[in-house]
């Protein structure tokens, strides 16, 4: 997997589902107009997306990607139906809990050995 996001998985629009790994690094900005392409299409369509994150780092954020995504805050929350978080990491299990019941949408944390358990609840 590259540094960064992966988005080899990124292109699952069929299913509504927007898919990536992150392993640390910066997001490219290819990587990130992506992302928001597929936010806008989905509130323009009027269609829910589900967002499947494999999280084994943090990645590096840059202002520009904070305005960003800042800006499209109210896309996102009115676009996102469900969010799997699927990482080893204790913290990520503690920030599902905190951000489910603050958000309109589902948030759910799974562990790297739940991966299927994971991509199964993103498609019910």
Do not use: C
Request: proline share 2%.
């Amino acid at each position: 997997m590259l540094q960064g996001v992966d988005s080899r998985e990124m292109v699952k629009a069929e299913l509504g589902i927007l898919a990536y790994s992150v392993d640390g690094g910066d997001i490219p900005e290819e990587t990130s107009s992506i992302i928001w392409q597929r936010f806008d299409d989905a509130k323009i369509k009027g269609e829910k997306i589900g967002i499947y994150a494999e999280m084994s780092a943090l990645p590096e954020v840059s202002g520009k990607l904070i305005m960003e995504k800042l800006k499209r805050l109210g896309t996102i929350f009115s676009t996102v139906d469900r969010m799997a978080i699927v990482s080893d990491a204790g913290w990520m299990d503690a920030y599902a809990k905190i951000v489910d019941p603050i958000t309109e949408f589902e948030v759910k944390h799974f562990s790297v050995d739940q991966k299927e358990e994971a991509s199964a609840w993103m498609k019910e």
